[in-house]
């Protein structure tokens, strides 16, 4: 007689050690972000961290030279940064590497840096910040700048790229770049005349 096929079904795989492997790598997930939202609450909570403040409080201008023949400007001037930290128990490295611009309608006049230094506590440090530089300048910007100066309005643009470093006692937390626009009226950039502030406004932000 012929032999009878019988169709064999697959037996279902056990699944409980899957379902255990899934569970354990979920706890440990929790775990993680529990423990540093924990640290993250501990450290708002103990320290308290606030931003630190940046203004510029005057400014001199030693020279304001603009050669006719070949359209450029010769730009040398101080302008005094002031930095406050706000913190009780958070103090601020500044480090090398950094990098101030002053510009007239988008148009670079003179740079410099800040120094490297460390700002302790509650501690509010005023830096003057020489800057010089020859960039072109064109006709028409520099009858703009005449018509600005004229009208007592001069507009300029001042920015700030400095990194820095919390220190939580004697360690330093990962650096972070603080990107400062200082948006500044005065009245004049003449070497004559001390230049009067006449309004400003601030933005900034970190580059992680």
Same mark, same amino acid.
Not at 165 to 170: D, E, I
């Given at each position: ?6 169709? &064999?079904y697959p ?6 050690g899957c379902c255990?492997?899934l569970?354990w790598?979920c706890? @440990?997930?929790?775990?993680?972000i $529990? $423990? ?7 450290f708002?909570?103990?320290?308290k ?8 409080s005057?400014m001199?201008?030693s /020279?304001?030279? @603009?050669s006719?023949? *070949? ?6 001037? !101080? $302008?005094?940064?002031?930095?406050e930290?706000p913190?009780e128990?958070?103090g601020? !490295? ?6 101030t ?5 988008? !148009? ?5 840096k800040?120094p490297? @230094?460390y /700002?302790?506590?509650?501690?509010v440090?005023?830096?003057d910040?020489?800057?010089?530089? &020859? #960039?072109?300048?064109?006709s028409?910007l520099?009858q $703009? ?10 507009? =300029?643009?001042i920015?700030?790229?400095?990194? =820095?470093a919390? &220190?939580?006692g004697?360690v *330093?937390?990962r /650096?972070?770049?603080?990107?400062? #626009?200082?948006?500044l009226?005065? *009245?004049?950039?003449?070497?004559k005349?001390?230049?009067n502030i006449?309004?400003? !406004?601030y933005?900034?932000?970190l580059?992680?």
């Amino acid at each position: 007689m012929p032999k009878r096929n019988v169709l &064999r079904y697959p037996e279902e795989e056990d699944s409980g050690g899957c379902c255990m492997c899934l569970c354990w790598c979920c706890c @440990f997930l929790f775990l993680i972000i $529990a $423990a540093l939202a924990g640290a993250v609450a501990y450290f708002y909570f103990v320290y308290k961290p606030r931003p630190p403040s940046y203004s510029v409080s005057n400014m001199s201008v030693s /020279q304001f030279d @603009f050669s006719s023949s *070949d359209l450029t400007l010769y730009t040398k001037l !101080t $302008a005094a940064v002031r930095a406050e930290n706000p913190n009780e128990m958070i103090g601020i !490295t500044y480090g090398d590497g950094s990098r101030t611009v002053v510009s007239y309608r988008g !148009t670079p006049l003179c740079s410099g840096k800040l120094p490297a @230094f460390y /700002q302790g506590y509650k501690n509010v440090t005023v830096m003057d910040i020489a800057m010089e530089g &020859r #960039h072109g300048f064109g006709s028409g910007l520099q009858q $703009a700048l005449e018509e600005s100066e004229k009208a007592g309005n001069v507009p =300029i643009d001042i920015y700030v790229s400095v990194p =820095i470093a919390l &220190r939580l006692g004697s360690v *330093d937390v990962r /650096q972070v770049t603080v990107n400062v #626009h200082c948006a500044l009226v005065v *009245d004049s950039l003449s070497p004559k005349k001390k230049p009067n502030i006449k309004s400003a !406004t601030y933005r900034a932000n970190l580059e992680f």
